[in-house]
């Protein structure tokens, strides 16, 4: 099994909502990555995990809180966001943090903040 | 910091070769390779490491120049299903960042 799932597939939310993003993986991978995609750009690193740690934050702003329960989960709490937060999120996993290894990305979530 | 890629668009007819270009300013320990689809996830093509390259598809290859801190990605007798953005990302010593280039739209037409 090669696949990464992200859940929901669309969200939309108000500025004062709170929501997650659910991102699972059962290939045993003990690094795990968010990344932000806004249209026609590249992904950019927001979080890395490795295992089950925060390694990497990207001087991502405080209403983005990730969360890594398990080797297989990894959730982003959204709470307060703001219009130009829109965008589509991905979720990614590699055996391990080196440069030497590939990451495998999820769908994503379309991310629609009003 | 961000590598840069060129060219930023190609088009080709099927058959056609192209290259995709990747350049960044820092020494590299790694190059990615990934292909996106419009409204996809980024899908891993190939990986190339110090001293080598590594081909990961069948008429897709690629050569990373440590010197140059350059990677090139190579597409021979394109077919409809390259169509996509292509992007590279970078992987800089003692860092475990994976930083993507800028990207490489391709389209290919019958």
């Known amino acids: 099994d090669t696949e990464v799932t992200q859940t929901p597939k669309h969200l939309v939310m108000g500025m004062t909502n709170k929501k997650s993003l659910k991102c699972e993986q059962h290939m045993g991978h003990r690094a795990m990555y968010w990344y932000k995609q806004k249209a026609k750009k590249p992904p950019e690193l927001m979080f890395v995990y490795s295992y089950e740690k925060l390694s990497i934050n990207e001087s991502v702003p405080s209403r983005f809180s990730p969360e890594c329960p398990n080797s297989s989960l990894l959730n982003l709490h959204l709470h307060a966001l703001q219009p130009e937060d829109s965008a589509l999120y991905l979720c990614?996993?590699?055996?391990?943090?080196?440069?030497?290894?590939?990451?495998?990305f999820g769908p994503g979530t379309r991310l629609t903040v009003t | 910091q961000q590598p840069v890629q060129s060219p930023q668009a190609v088009i080709l007819r099927e058959g056609e070769d192209a290259v995709i270009n990747c350049s960044s300013s820092k020494a590299l320990y790694s190059v990615h390779w990934y292909r996106q689809k419009h409204g996809e996830a980024p899908v891993f093509l190939m990986i190339l490491l110090k001293g080598g390259e590594q081909k990961g598809h069948e008429k897709i290859s690629a050569s990373f120049n440590e010197k140059k801190q350059q990677s090139s990605l190579y597409l021979t007798a394109s077919q409809l299903s390259y169509s996509g953005t292509y992007f590279c990302?970078?992987?800089?010593?003692?860092?475990?960042?994976?930083?993507f280039g800028t990207g490489t739209r391709l389209q290919v037409f019958p």
């Open positions: 990302g970078t992987v800089s010593y003692n860092t475990d960042k994976l930083i």
């Open positions: 990614a996993s590699s055996p391990r943090t080196s440069g030497a290894y590939e990451q495998y």
